[in-house]
């Protein structure tokens, strides 16, 4: 189990004084004129055991049920002194651990304990005052975070801390958008992952994404405070995540910020599965009484609306109610959907209904073995089914923020870090 903990920190609005300090922020930056704050004074490293906040001492608890020690084979009892996180049976084990103290594991242990104490410390989140349309004199780059926050003009990330509160948010939709961007930081190969029938697949949604030509008409328009119009495409582009779960926490607001790169599109954002519909008053996912099978359906401005189904794909697909899927409109991505777990026979059912839409699959994981795996059972299971669209490696938007496997805290791992991608093998006949 991974505790990927669902604390959100307050998405504050942002003050005058914020705003207006955003407003010059991009030319000070330009002209090297800007200087981040000195760091803050080094944070305390709590034993989880002995933690201010119920929920971590409640954490440290399920490791000691859940975990062995990776040495002895034994119940986890003690607490490593670097992190501060229960990690072994015993300070003899702990020792001996050579694995554990040439990597330093430690290290990344510690800064999962810091995060988790930040998520929880109650200060003003700066890291969402989001900024609103981009300007259309300033490019935006996705070569990484730092040059997204920087030619988005986000408030400074200032530490590793703001960073890593913001990634954990923004990793789904901006990695989402770094596949679709027409500036896309994954290159064709050889210079990067992208293979030829990846290119293709990836034309025919740009071919959607930036027309040659947009007809206006007023049915289409929606008017902006500048007395401007944005001119919005009748059939939106459908983005469908599958297995969706900590996506679901994620607000409206927060999937516009990659509206903001494809103005003139309009969006589905398509959460499936059981945990798609996430309650914030009683704070519980909770299923979605249909008697037809209608998702709820969350309409955030004209250009981006949520669309909740917490059915399983391969009901949903079996209704017909989606049809029909079009290469050049609709998009999957599975997030860290670990096939060969325990739920590998649901995920074959569900990956042969994907592929028969010929449509583009992306598929993440939460580190180097976990994404391999994937790929690895992927291509046993569809070999002669499926193209390769981009070779598995590096996610250039996988969220900062290092998170505690319940199950195995000696090891870290963090969200959306590894990808690929796949479609329906398509077989062309010579004329």
């Not at 988790?116 to 969402?128: A, I, K, P, Q």
């Not at 920087?150 to 923004?170: C, G, H, S």
Request: overall charge negative; charged content about 25%.
């Amino acid at each position: 189990m991974i505790s990927t903990s669902r604390i959100l920190p307050r998405i504050v609005p942002a003050s005058s004084s914020i705003t207006a300090t955003r407003q010059f922020s991009f030319f000070w930056k330009m002209l090297g004129l800007y200087k981040p704050p000195a760091s803050a004074v080094e944070r305390p490293v709590y034993n989880w055991d002995e933690s201010p906040h119920e929920s971590i001492r409640e954490t440290a608890a399920l490791i000691r049920a859940k975990a062995l020690c990776p040495v002895t084979k034994k119940p986890v009892n003690y607490v490593c002194p670097i992190s501060g996180i229960p990690t072994h049976h015993s300070r003899e084990a702990w020792e001996q651990d050579k694995e554990y103290h040439e990597q330093k594991k430690y290290e990344k242990l510690k800064m999962a304990n810091l995060y988790e104490h930040d998520l929880r410390s109650g200060r003003h989140f700066t890291e969402f005052v989001y900024p609103k349309e981009q300007e259309r004199d300033f490019l935006v780059s996705l070569g990484d975070w730092d040059s997204y926050f920087y030619t988005r003009d986000f408030p400074p990330m200032n530490d590793e801390y703001n960073l890593a509160v913001a990634t954990k948010v923004m990793t789904y939709p901006i990695t989402v958008a770094a596949l679709l961007y027409k500036y896309t930081p994954f290159l064709l190969e050889p210079k990067g992952p992208m293979t030829v029938e990846g290119a293709k697949s990836m034309a025919a949604l740009h071919y959607t994404l930036y027309p040659p030509y947009v007809a206006k008409s007023s049915s289409s328009s929606v008017a902006m405070d500048d007395d401007s119009e944005i001119i919005y495409r009748e059939r939106p582009v459908r983005l469908f995540i599958i297995g969706a779960s900590t996506e679901s926490l994620l607000p409206p607001k927060v999937w516009k910020q990659m509206g903001y790169l494809f103005p003139n599109i309009k969006f589905e954002v398509h959460l499936v599965g059981p945990l798609a519909n996430y309650d914030f008053k009683t704070n519980k996912f909770t299923k979605i009484e249909s008697t037809d099978g209608r998702p709820l359906v969350e309409r955030y401005d004209p250009q981006i609306t949520l669309h909740k189904h917490t059915q399983y794909w391969e009901d949903i697909f079996a209704m017909g109610d989606l049809y029909p899927f079009d290469p050049y409109l609709d998009c999957f991505f599975l997030f860290q959907p670990g096939f060969s777990s325990v739920d590998s026979i649901h995920w074959e059912k569900t990956v042969a209904t994907l592929l028969e839409t010929k449509c583009p699959i992306f598929i993440t994981g939460h580190s180097e073995k976990d994404s391999a795996e994937n790929y690895r059972w992927v291509n046993e299971k569809f070999e002669e089914d499926l193209d390769v669209l981009l070779k598995e490696g590096e996610n250039p938007f996988a969220c900062t923020k290092y998170e505690i496997v319940l199950s195995d805290p000696t090891n870290t791992l963090q969200l959306n870090k590894r990808i690929f991608g796949i479609r329906g093998k398509r077989y062309y006949v010579d004329v």
